[in-house]
């Protein structure tokens, strides 16, 4: 069915995707605030983005973070954001919650060209054939392990959630302590009780 | 077959001189580029792949070296772009001249890469500066008084005696009065006559590929002064997702054979990644029947101009054509050939595909018809046209699928996809035929009817913590606000360090929970394959 001038030039389709592949990084959990340019702007220090691609939810659920496909220049700076992230905890949009980034994969990709030489064959199976109950029963099991996945990440996000607040409690907190320490030095308490005490404050 | 034309009219006009190292260089005083005349120091748009909103500069110099056409373009700056060191008021539709030496003075860019005219007037109280009438002024797209010189980034309304190694006279307001058409006045000819060139009447579009498609709706691409209007009248420059104007998606192009389909420029990808105002400019265009002659087409827009200027107001000018055009042709080529060959019997009546409408709306509305389906259990390589054909080949329907995945919480051994069939018959047999038995590589698919509900993104972040009750003054109001856009690695002095590092320590136990799960599934599933070809021996 194909001549072999389509196979050449999809193949060569497929090679490049692969290349542009290479040079993309995936970020994970990022704010659904973050736009494209906050994505250059963060990423500038390390490389240079020539495009982003922010990953449409249509399958979870679940209030899930944004994600996105970045292509960088060349494979050596995907190389270099990912280590960059991984090692540190890197922030984009200045909260405490870092990106997860990784190298991108040829199925994360909505749009990409067919693999050359992908098994695609098919077979119908009725009810009487052999197979028929073992296909079943595989089908079932395909579920289960559909409906386990869902219950892991909703599992995941409520861990997300714990921990968010406790953050912000523990932040809450600090800032109070903060906020109490500046009233008492703003309003000259904090002279009084020195006196008080004999403790001298420029310590 | 005749692919898209992709040839867009172009020709040199007066000869300048020739230069070069090797006077291999020919330079030109003018040129014309979609039956729009350049001629040289006259402002241009240019667009840059990736950019919504357009550049603004003066052409400098015009040259062809090696068959290759460049311009040099003195850039003009919007106020936002030196935001930083502007003081004092900004008049309307200013901008900033570049003078200085150093980046961002000017740059050669193909030739290609000019997007239309525009008009600037210089109102500079210079003795140099021929002062324009109120009227000139008041038509022109933008204004500029003042120069922004790149190496010291400083604003002065002094003009100096020379920029980027010309003198600035030149670079002032032309001897004779601009002849600058009203947008409105577009009934004129659609012809840009070659000598008037200075008035920028509406040139057709890049992406008029080729006359024919153009579509009669195409409200926002043809009158590209209009668009123009448009962009000066609406300060506040929303950059718009890429796709949004690329006038070529809005050609509902019923009649005219696929050859330069529109099909092809179908930009899929913005699709997905912003598509709510495309969304609507999609709606308004369907109605619109085809007429194939673009000259009456025109005429007929311009009385609809208005209404959808409205309708579109803050559009940008469409982007460069040719660049993106071949990014959406790169998208477009792997769902379009593989069908196209296949499906040439029943290409005519395959109409739906020839609306350019986002891959979303595609499903919402497939949904309501009942025409969506979804598959799950596939191979996660497969790309949507090895779905769609094998779709074709199993069922004998023709559909449009995607593989659609989360790569952070998708199992990885179940590929999952949506189509959209023809009809609600065709979703229903299909979906009966898939459920009772088809196996794809050894994996039964499974399908079900309809979208799936999932909750709109909401716009906090679990993790996004933020300091309450603390009196914060106008300042740091602004400042907490660029803080969204402020990203850094974290040092360890900090206290977001500690939170952070928290959050790091989770990810990577949710990560290993992940991957033991599937490692589970994984392994499930082999045991299972390996008994069903167990029965299958020994069934034989």
């Known amino acids: ?203 | 077959m005749d692919g898209s034309n992709e040839q867009i009219q172009f020709s040199w006009g007066k000869l300048r001189g020739k230069g070069g190292v090797k006077m291999d260089t020919q330079f030109y005083e003018s040129f014309t580029l979609d039956n729009v005349k350049y001629s040289l120091y006259d402002c241009v748009y240019l667009f840059k792949h990736g950019d919504p909103e357009p550049y603004i500069g003066k052409i400098l110099k015009i040259w062809e070296q090696n068959r290759s056409k460049k311009v040099k373009i003195l850039w003009f700056f919007l106020p936002k772009e030196i935001q930083k060191y502007l003081r004092g008021s900004v008049v309307e539709n200013e901008i900033f001249l570049a003078s200085g030496d150093g980046i961002g003075l000017a740059d050669i860019n193909p030739l290609e890469a000019v997007a239309g005219k525009c008009t600037v007037i210089c109102i500079s109280k210079d003795e140099r500066n021929r002062q324009p009438s109120p009227q000139e002024q008041a038509m022109a797209d933008y204004i500029f008084y003042r120069v922004f010189d790149v190496k010291n980034c400083t604003l002065s309304d002094q003009l100096p005696d020379k920029i980027a190694g010309l003198e600035v006279k030149v670079l002032l307001n032309p001897k004779d009065e601009l002849v600058i058409s009203s947008p409105n006045a577009v009934n004129v000819p659609l012809n840009p006559n070659a000598d008037d060139g200075l008035a920028a009447t509406a040139p057709p579009p890049h992406s008029a590929v080729k006359e024919e498609n153009e579509s009669p709706d195409a409200a926002v691409p043809l009158s590209h002064p209009a668009a123009k209007e448009v962009a000066a009248k609406l300060p506040a420059r929303v950059p718009l997702s890429q796709s949004v104007v690329s006038k070529e998606e809005q050609k509902p192009v019923a009649v005219i054979p696929i050859s330069e389909s529109v099909i092809k420029k179908e930009d899929k990808k913005s699709a997905a990644a912003i598509s709510l105002s495309q969304s609507a400019i999609k709606e308004e265009e369907k109605p619109v029947a085809s007429t194939p002659h673009p000259r009456s087409a025109v005429v007929e827009n311009n009385a609809k101009y208005t209404q959808s200027q409205n309708a579109h107001g803050g559009e940008r000018p469409p982007k460069k054509l040719k660049l993106s055009q071949e990014a959406t042709v790169k998208n477009m080529i792997p769902a379009v050939t593989e069908t196209r060959p296949l499906e040439l019997p029943s290409r005519q009546a395959d109409r739906s595909k020839w609306f350019k409408i986002s891959w979303d709306d595609k499903l919402r509305r497939a949904d309501e018809q009942g025409t969506l389906v979804y598959i799950q259990n596939l191979d996660i390589h497969f790309a949507a046209a090895d779905i769609e054909e094998l779709i074709r080949e199993a069922l004998q329907l023709s559909c449009t699928a995607k593989p659609i995945n989360h790569p952070t919480y998708d199992d990885p051994n179940n590929g999952k996809a949506y189509a959209i069939f023809r009809t609600k018959n065709d979703a229903d047999s299909a979906i009966s035929k898939i459920n009772s038995g088809l196996v794809v590589g050894g994996r039964p698919l499974y399908c079900s009817k309809g979208l799936l509900k999932v909750p709109k993104s909401s716009g906090t972040f679990v993790g996004h913590l933020s300091l309450h009750n603390i009196k914060i003054g106008q300042k740091q109001r602004e400042e907490q606000k660029k803080a969204v856009s402020t990203s850094h690695c974290s040092q360890p002095n900090t206290i977001e360090y500690d939170l952070a590092l928290d959050w790091m320590l989770l990810r990577a136990k949710q990560e290993k929970k992940f991957e033991i799960l599937h490692k589970h599934h994984k392994d499930g599933r082999k045991g299972f394959a390996s008994i069903g070809s167990k029965t299958a021996k020994a069934g034989n």
Not at chain 1, 56 to 74: G, H, K, R
Not at chain 1, 125 to 149: C, F, P, T, W
Request: hydrophobic letters at 35%.
């Open chain 1, 1 to 203: 069915m194909e001549t072999s001038k389509e196979k050449a030039s999809k193949d060569k389709e497929y090679a490049d995707f692969e290349e542009k592949v290479k040079r993309t990084i995936y970020i994970d959990h990022l704010s659904p605030q973050v736009t494209t340019p906050v994505i250059k702007a963060a990423l500038a220090q390390c490389a240079n983005v020539t495009n982003v691609e922010f990953i449409v939810n249509y399958t979870i659920p679940y209030d899930i973070p944004s994600a996105a496909l970045v292509e960088l220049d060349d494979e050596m700076q995907a190389k270099a954001a990912v280590e960059l992230m991984t090692d540190f905890p890197f922030i984009i949009g200045g909260m405490p919650r870092p990106v997860h980034a990784t190298h991108a994969k040829a199925e994360m990709f909505r749009d990409r060209p067919p693999c050359p030489g992908l098994r695609k064959d098919f077979r119908w199976i009725k009810q009487g054939d052999g197979e028929y109950e073992v296909m079943r029963k595989l089908k079932n099991l395909a579920k289960r392990h559909e409906s386990e996945n869902m219950a892991l990440i909703k599992n995941l996000l409520d861990e997300e959630k714990e921990l968010a607040k406790q953050q912000q409690e523990a932040l809450n907190g600090n800032g109070k302590k903060y906020e109490m320490l500046e009233d008492v030095v703003s309003d000259g308490t904090i002279r009084k009780l020195a006196h008080h005490y004999g403790v001298r404050l420029d310590d």
